[in-house]
């Protein structure tokens, strides 16, 4: 039987589609394409950038956000709506390019995966990642972050992968009753769900001081659209760097703007917020306001190449055009 909370996570992408369905009359060109948004932690900066304004003040009359559960979902979302803007996976993007689309990544949005955290019951054995060995280790499916991720995590305490099981969950919610039901010794726990259950399990890693950068979310635009939206384009972009400001100055204020969106208590929404601001990979803010941070992507894409999400030759730097970031801020170091 499915608990409690994990139909409650589920039932935020529910709600996430039925907003969608209910906004579709909307203008399409006053709307944005974000993945997960309602669910996972990148997408928080546009709730707060909506709540405050921050859109209109910037000169974008955003309507709505479009969402879905995947990178390759999204951009369909976006070329078939004419959506002129989309936050996803550059693996996605990657993807997309290869056959045929007309994207360009041009701005870093979420520059580290620092929302991951692994976790173990509070009375497990296991005290740090080099007592994985021989463990279960959940992730949620094939060629997917979290696959990627455990890998890194298990390299971070001298571990091989094979030196550990690695077993497929379907997703997080299901990762965390494994490990509640002894199917697995260790699983991923991403905000804002660690804020709900961190007091119930023991972090072992987290991403943040045991992994690399990995500049995993992208916003991406349509070269055939962007030059007549592009003056939208820049103006969504500030908007969100405004949001992502309003929300290292206001953390509070912020977290419960972004528990009404994902409805979440608002003290999740607030720990939430907090924890992720606070947390920095090598001196690198989880959420960026939009300069490439382009050793971070080439580091996540080849991470995705590893697991065969993403295969064939591809160049990073024809990936990304810079033309909508402010001049002084194009490229993150």
Do not use: C
């Not at 080099?130 to 499916?141: C, P, W």
């Not at 697995?184 to 001081?209: C, G, H, N, Q, W």
């Not at 960026?288 to 992507?297: F, S, Y």
């Amino acid at each position: 039987m499915t608990p409690h909370w994990a139909r409650m996570f589920r039932g935020g992408v529910l709600a996430a589609a039925i907003a969608v369905i209910a906004a579709a009359p909307a203008a399409r060109a006053e709307e944005i394409v974000v993945s997960n948004y309602g669910v996972s932690a990148n997408g928080m900066p546009y709730a707060v950038a909506l709540a405050k304004d921050f859109f209109k003040a910037e000169g974008a009359n955003v309507t709505g956000i479009l969402t879905s559960a995947g990178g390759g979902t999204t951009l369909r979302n976006m070329l078939a709506g004419s959506a002129p803007y989309a936050e996803v996976t550059p693996n996605a993007v990657v993807a997309a390019v290869q056959q045929g689309a007309d994207l360009k990544i041009v701005s870093s949005n979420v520059l580290t995966v620092a929302e991951f955290v692994w976790v173990v019951k509070r009375d497990s054995p296991i005290k740090s990642v080099a007592d994985l060995k021989g463990k279960k280790f959940a992730y949620t499916n094939p060629r997917s972050t979290s696959q990627g991720l455990a890998t890194l995590v298990l390299q971070s305490g001298g571990l091989k992968t094979e030196d550990a099981e690695l077993v497929k969950t379907g997703g997080f919610g299901e990762g965390i009753a494994a490990l509640d039901a002894g199917l697995v010794d260790v699983a991923p726990m991403p905000e804002p769900v660690l804020s709900t259950f961190k007091d119930k399990y023991r972090i072992i890693a987290s991403a943040s001081e045991s992994l690399p950068v990995l500049a995993n979310v992208v916003g991406v635009v349509s070269e055939s659209q962007a030059g007549a939206k592009a003056d939208f384009i820049r103006a969504v972009i500030r908007a969100r760097a405004r949001a992502v400001a309003f929300m290292m100055e206001k953390p509070d204020e912020a977290g419960d703007i972004v528990a009404k969106v994902y409805n979440i208590d608002p003290e999740v929404g607030r720990s939430a917020v907090r924890f992720l601001v606070g947390s920095k990979t090598a001196g690198i803010p989880y959420w960026g306001q939009g300069a490439i941070h382009t050793d971070g992507l080439k580091r996540s894409l080849d991470l995705q190449k590893t697991i065969g999400a993403i295969s064939g030759d591809f160049d990073v730097e024809k990936l990304v055009d810079t033309q909508f970031l402010p001049a002084d801020a194009k490229f993150l170091k």
